[in-house]
């Protein structure tokens, strides 16, 4: 089934840099956004079975920059939850965590 409709997603983050800094080549820094996802009507009926234009989804993230000399790793934390009440019986919260 093709889906006709739009998503759009307006986010926003900050980055503060070596927040701890063991020498000038080993550091953390830490990442924080949050984003607010938008569905047109054709797009929430399709997926949701919801025909109205709404604001979709909130979404925190957190992440944790470790450098390490050339290496970086990047724990990270997602959390997704449905805002609108039609949409939120069709769907789920969502946890998800990642490493880069």
């Known amino acids: ?3 006709q409709g739009s998503y759009f997603q ?18 953390c820094g830490l990442q924080l956004g949050a984003s607010l996802g938008w569905g047109n009507a054709a797009y929430n009926d399709g ?8 604001i979709n989804d909130l979404t925190l993230s957190t992440g944790l920059c470790v450098q390490i000399y050339d290496w970086m790793i ?3 934390l ?23």
């Not at 986010?11 to 550091?27: D, Q, S």
């Not at 997926?47 to 709404?54: E, I, L, M, P």
């Open 74 to 76: 990047r724990p990270n």
């Open 1 to 3: 089934m093709k889906i």
């Open 10 to 27: 307006f986010g926003i983050g900050h980055t503060f840099e070596k927040l701890k800094e063991w020498n000038e080549e080993c550091y």
């Open 78 to 100: 997602n959390y997704s939850t449905l805002l609108d009440s039609d949409i939120r019986l069709a769907g789920t919260i969502m946890i998800i965590s990642g490493l880069a």
């Open 47 to 54: 997926y949701f079975g919801v025909d109205k234009n709404r």
